[in-house]
């Protein structure tokens, strides 16, 4: 089982402010990092007897619904999904099943701003809840333990008042 967890933003600018090195290195870790993990784990998947595994991409809330100012970070996670639905479909002749987990504001280091308030899509600064990010943990467990026959393509978990649902 791999689970896919890198993920970075870069500066939140307005679009034409974004460096290119900045966009790279978000290219670099969010979605090459991805790839390159995913494409390790599919060769031992792919290689042992039996064959098979389970692949669990991090596509961050992001993959669904874009934040003001995060072109990088919102288009690598939008790869994510296209890369995460792929494996999903050449996995099968390979018993390699893969999916996704969306996670909105787990409290972590990356989320720690959002305490302060944080750009909403209207223009205003808003304070947004988060949730333990041990229940993120629950979840990839729950999605690893499935036996190899079932799959969750895309789960999305978040703070319950987490302002995503009604976000454009």
């Keep these: 089982m791999l689970f896919n967890n890198a993920g970075i933003g870069a500066p939140r600018v307005p679009f034409d402010e974004i460096t290119y090195d900045a966009w790279k290195q978000v290219v670099d870790i969010n979605f090459t ?37 995060a072109a990088p970070y919102t288009a690598t996670k939008h790869a994510v999904t296209g890369l995460t639905k792929q494996l999903a479909l050449d996995g099968r002749a390979f018993n390699i099943a893969c999916g996704q987990i969306d996670i909105g504001n787990a409290a972590t280091p990356m989320t720690a701003r959002m305490a302060k308030g944080v750009p909403q899509p209207n223009g205003t600064i808003a304070v947004e809840p988060t949730m333990d990010v041990a229940d993120v943990g629950k979840a990839v467990l729950m999605m690893s333990e499935l036996p190899l026959d079932a799959n969750i393509l895309r789960m999305t978990i978040m703070s319950t008042q987490m302002p995503l649902v009604g976000r454009g």
């Design 33 to 69: 990092g991805v790839f390159l993990c995913a494409q390790a784990a599919w060769k031992m998947m792919k290689a042992q007897d039996p064959q098979g595994g389970r692949i669990i991409n991090n596509g961050s809330v992001s993959s669904q619904k874009p934040r003001p100012h």
